[in-house]
């Protein structure tokens, strides 16, 4: 079972930011948390992941609270091309261990 | 891009029957993993290769086998094909090891049990 519980969907206004939350109470300290996209009939695309502290890259930031129980996916200016279904998973460092996906967020950015 | 190639794109086939699917790597990934997509669902992980050697598995049954080859191209088979085998099958690469392990995932190849 995914470790992770994310909202069904969420709307958002094409240019605003995108704030997808992600709640991973039962997560350890050698785990992290990344964040998945997938786009209608497509694979899966890595966005992001982190242990404890925040993280930003081209695509996106990813805010984890000081308690590491929960993050936000944040999508700064969201676009059209941006709508997805969005996996948020918890992976440990251990080498071997799979990815986890639960049933996302599927995000729709309205014009 | 991922690098990621996946083939057949779709293909039907019929309940009894046996598949093969297969999968390139990117470039330099010594890891290859696969998964199985419902409709409406996340991805569950079937399992993982590394080296030739499967390295983990999810909960399917023994009819879902694989390679891995020494080039890390991979392939899925399954026997005895049933109705619910109906899916997308998602093959990806990384290279393994701890914090550098983001996949890569192919465009998969969607399988219809008739």
């Known amino acids: 079972d995914a470790k992770t519980t994310q909202p069904p969907s969420m709307d958002c206004a094409e240019g605003r930011a995108a704030n997808l939350p992600c709640n991973h109470s039962t997560i350890s300290g050698n785990e992290y948390v990344y964040w998945y996209r997938q786009i209608h009939s497509q694979g899966p695309q890595y966005i992001i992941h982190?242990?404890?502290n925040n993280e930003t890259n081209e695509m996106a930031s990813l805010i984890i609270t000081e308690d590491r129980k929960s993050s936000t996916l944040i999508l700064p200016h969201a676009t059209l091309r941006d709508t997805a279904v969005y996996y948020c998973i918890v992976r440990g460092g251990d080498y071997g261990q799979n990815f986890v996906f639960g049933p996302g967020t599927r995000l729709s950015v309205l014009p | 891009e991922t690098g990621v190639t996946q083939s057949p794109t779709h293909l039907i086939k019929t309940r009894g029957q046996q598949v093969t699917l297969r999968c390139s790597s990117q470039?330099?990934?010594?890891?290859v993993s696969w998964y199985q997509q419902a409709l409406g669902q996340g991805p569950q992980f079937i399992f993982q290769y590394y080296r030739e050697e499967e390295n983990g598995r999810g909960n399917f049954p023994p009819r879902f086998s694989g390679l891995q080859f020494p080039n890390y191209s991979s392939e899925l088979n399954v026997n005895a094909l049933e109705l619910d085998d109906s899916a997308l099958y998602l093959c990806?690469?990384?290279?393994?090891?701890?914090?550098?392990?983001?996949?890569?995932f192919g465009e998969g190849s969607r399988l219809t049990v008739l």
């Open positions: 982190g242990l404890k």
């Open positions: 990806a690469s990384s290279t393994g090891g701890p914090n550098t392990g983001e996949l890569f």
């Open positions: 470039s330099g990934h010594n890891t």
